[in-house]
């Protein structure tokens, strides 16, 4: 027996090998899942890197939504044919540049703004002009969004083609290209950088206070301008000044003009002629008469020739003179007014408070299907105040036959009184006579038309129309940018009036007020900015950098079994 051999067996030092191995083995997975999160977490972010150039990849979680586009505009934009360019003429960087430089230096020292206006928790309007301009060009790839510094020489080729219109710093040239007939067609709009901003005076400018930011209308003017520049064809309305309140006519032209129209008012004291390339004039709130001589040009344009293609707008005010010339031309069309008052007397159908102030609906009562019944769908409601009793003269005469496209939404209800009774004291007696009253009359002028300019007969179906409101609200800024219906039919109505095509598109208005820019209350359920800001570094920097942690933290607790 070998007694030093067994001895040897027993007292020899256990291998580890294995254990070396395993503890290599186990640290070996720790290091290589470390590596892959740490791959997979810079993969991730490289990649939603590159795809937010072409993807709207921001949550936006401001109250109306003051980081992203409406719904409405985005559909219109992912429809864009034409090619269209965005100039911003300022530097990219100026956007963010401090209190010092850039926008913030340039807006306050030409306008005399308040720069804190725009950094303030009501919201950082040069950064979210930023965010929104570039979302443009994310939603379509026909928009190429690019910046022009001013200082540059190269600058000085876009002032040349664009002349009197050139933009200045601080501006946005939109330019469109299309081809129409075979023909190459550019149309181009300036947005001044003074439109951009609202501006209110709430210190006191002319005592030495600057004005305070509150609200961006950028989307608005943005998405108007790629309107216009992507439009095949652009009407043209004209303001009748002579005789007329303007003011009530400009606040239809502004919605006009956001609608791809071009808007222009008349100067002089009275009508002489008017231009074949009118499509659409607007009579507001009438100061004085008409002399017969005047509505004759009005009329000779309305037929013109025979082709006919016009339209007119009138806007009533309930205190304007008599006007005995214009009423009778305005009764040869159909339409009809009385100087009163209507007092809505159901209260489901007025404002609180306000009688004066009452809901109109579309006409469907009539069961007779036209082209002009698309104007107001069934679901539509309209808003008015200072309404006035408006009639049709008639249902058919020779050519022209009227139809009442909205009226009164509560029925039988309205009663008219005079106009020195228009006040909340005012009530009804329940002797007056209880009508459903029209709030928009159509008349169409229609026949067939041979061009004399051919060899053969055309025999071409054209109309011309004279439109009238009950009252001069409907179309006022207050109703046309609230969550009302208004704005829809007064704009469908000018472009069937000016012989356009309703391309189905009519353009909603968003305004970023200071108000909308704050933060709502948590329980209300909205994140405000700094929550939000907490939430992206949570996601791209707190979460990767534990996953790091983790992976190293594992790695040295295997290490040492």
């Not at 070996?28 to 890197?49: D, P, S």
């Not at 710093?169 to 439109?195: M, N």
């Not at 709430?202 to 003017?221: A, F, I, M, R």
């Not at 069934?378 to 105040?385: R, V």
Request: net charge negative; with cysteine.
């Amino acid at each position: 027996m070998n007694l030093f051999k067994k001895n040897t067996e027993k007292t020899a030092a256990p291998k580890k090998v294995a254990r070396n191995k395993g503890s290599w083995k186990h640290g070996g997975y720790a290091i290589a899942i470390t590596a892959i999160l740490v791959a997979v977490v810079v993969a991730v972010n490289i990649f939603f890197e590159l795809l937010s150039h072409r993807v709207n990849l921001d949550l936006d979680i401001s109250l109306q939504g003051t980081n992203t586009l409406s719904s409405e505009n985005i559909d219109f934009i992912k429809d864009i044919k034409a090619t269209v360019t965005v100039t911003v003429c300022n530097p990219e960087e100026d956007f963010e540049n401090g209190n010092m430089s850039g926008m913030a230096y340039y807006y306050p020292s030409y306008y005399g703004a308040n720069f804190k206006s725009f950094e303030d928790k009501n919201g950082d309007y040069f950064k979210q002009t930023l965010n929104l301009l570039k979302l443009y060009a994310v939603y379509s790839d026909k928009i190429e969004l690019r910046f022009a510094d001013p200082s540059d020489p190269s600058f000085a080729d876009i002032v040349s083609e664009y002349e009197a219109s050139a933009p200045k710093y601080g501006d946005i040239l939109v330019e469109g290209w299309q081809i129409v007939d075979d023909v190459a067609v550019e149309r181009h709009s300036v947005i001044k950088f003074e439109d951009i901003y609202y501006l209110t005076d709430d210190g006191g400018v002319e005592y030495g206070y600057p004005y305070l930011v509150s609200g961006s209308n950028l989307e608005t003017k943005l998405t108007s301008a790629i309107y216009k520049a992507t439009a095949l064809d652009t009407q043209e309305a004209l303001i009748i000044g002579p005789h007329c309140d303007t003011s009530i006519s400009a606040a239809y032209g502004e919605i006009l003009e956001l609608n791809n129209f071009d808007v222009k008012t008349t100067s002089g004291e009275t009508i002489s002629e008017i231009s074949e390339e009118v499509d659409l004039i607007i009579i507001g709130s009438p100061k004085s008469d008409f002399t017969s001589a005047e509505l004759d040009i009005i009329d000779e344009w309305l037929y013109n020739g025979g082709k006919r293609g016009k339209g007119l707008i009138f806007l009533p005010s309930y205190d304007s003179p008599a006007t005995p010339t214009l009423d009778t031309f305005l009764e040869e069309w159909g339409v009809v007014y009385e100087r009163r008052l209507l007092y809505e007397t159901d209260s489901s159908n007025h404002m609180a408070g306000d009688n004066y102030t009452f809901g109109f609906s579309a006409n469907e009562n009539n069961g007779v299907e036209n082209d002009y019944d698309e104007i107001m769908s069934a679901n539509q409601f309209i808003i008015a105040g200072g309404n006035m009793p408006l009639f049709a003269a008639y249902e058919t005469e020779g050519k022209r036959k009227t139809h009442a496209l909205a009226l009164s939404a509560g029925g039988d209800t309205v009663v008219s009184t005079e106009v020195s009774n228009g006040g909340s004291d005012w009530k009804p007696d329940g002797s007056e006579e209880l009508i459903q009253s029209i709030g928009i009359l159509l008349t169409e002028d229609a026949d067939y038309y041979d061009d004399p300019a051919t060899e053969k007969a055309d025999n071409i179906y054209c109309s011309s129309y004279v439109v009238a409101f009950s009252g001069y609200d409907f179309v006022s800024n207050y109703w046309t940018a609230q969550y009302t219906y208004n704005l829809e039919p007064v704009v469908a109505v000018a472009k069937m009036a000016a012989g356009g095509d309703d391309d189905g598109f009519t353009f909603t208005t968003k305004t970023i007020t200071s108000a909308e820019m704050d933060g709502l209350v948590d329980a209300m359920g909205v994140i405000d900015q700094s929550e939000a800001n907490m939430i992206k570094y949570i996601f791209q920097w707190t979460l990767p950098l534990l996953l790091v942690a983790l992976g190293i933290f594992v790695f040295v607790r295997r290490a040492r079994r």
